[in-house]
T-cell receptor, first 110, second 114 residues
Framework: DAKTTQPNSMESNEEEPVHLPCNHS???????IHWYRQLPSQGPEYVIH???SNVNNRMASLAIAEDRKSSTLILHRATLRDAAVYYCILQVGGANNLFFGTGTRLTVIP | DADVTQTPRNRITKTGKRIMLECSQT?????MYWYRQDPGLGLRLIYYSFDVKDINKGEISDGYSVSRQAQAKFSLSLESAIPNQTALYFC?????????????FGPGTRLTVL
């Protein structure tokens, strides 16, 4: 399995930025980095993905280290609706399987 | 309407019963997946299908079978349910034409085996 390591939990104050870290030291050149999140009582939803360069979309930003052994998901202003479990996943070179770990549970404090 | 639907949403059954969970999608995707999630754990892949004629085992396929009746439908069966199959089950789809595997998940089926 493609391994990623994330903290079990994090807290953030509402309307402050959140940086969710992920280590993936065994990443290889063709592996994509994906982030999904799972809100309470829902299925996972796609957040963002990247290969080498930093990525931005309407939900978040993804900062990828130069050596690609780590990445950070950035929520620019946390809201209560961002409280969820965030999964950092490697899509191993061309494969179609996503290996979900246990993720980081984000608590947003009003 | 939701793009990926699962039925039933909740099911309680007894040990030894045959159970079928159904998944339908309107996204026009070729690829479909079944995952299970146990409390406090991430998702684990049970089976996946790249098209109607292509079925593949995932990480934890023992005790499960699947059927891809059409591009839009992918069902998961438990031939003889056992209590440790109690879990939350998710169906997902993705698009073959994309180089990355962005998956879209259904709302889940909560299955309890007594």
């Amino acid at each position: 399995d493609a391994k990623t390591t994330q903290p079990n939990s994090m807290e953030s104050n509402e309307e402050e930025p959140v940086h969710l870290p992920c280590n993936h030291s065994t990443i290889s050149g063709t592996d994509y980095i994906h982030w999904y999140r799972q809100l309470p009582s829902q299925g996972p939803e796609y957040v963002i993905h990247g290969l080498t360069s930093n990525v931005n979309n309407r939900m978040a930003s993804l900062a990828i280290a130069e050596d690609r052994k780590s990445s950070t998901l950035i929520l620019h202003r946390a809201t209560l609706r961002d409280a969820a479990v965030y999964y950092c996943i490697l899509q191993v070179g061309g494969a179609n399987n996503l290996f979900f770990g246990t993720g980081t549970r984000l608590t947003v404090i009003p | 309407d939701a793009d990926v639907t699962q039925t039933p949403r909740n099911r309680i059954t007894k040990t030894g019963k045959r159970i079928m969970l159904e998944c339908s999608q309107t996204k026009g995707h070729d690829r479909m997946y079944w995952y299970r999630q146990d409390p406090g754990l991430g998702l684990r892949l049970i089976y996946y299908s790249f098209d109607v004629k292509d079925i593949n085992k995932g990480e934890i396929s023992d005790g499960y079978s699947v059927s891809r009746q059409a591009q839009a439908k992918f069902s998961l069966s438990l031939e003889s349910a056992i209590p440790n199959q109690t879990a939350l089950y998710f169906c997902a789809t993705s698009d073959r034409d994309r180089t990355t595997d962005t998956q879209y998940f259904g709302p889940g089926t909560r299955l309890t085996v007594l």
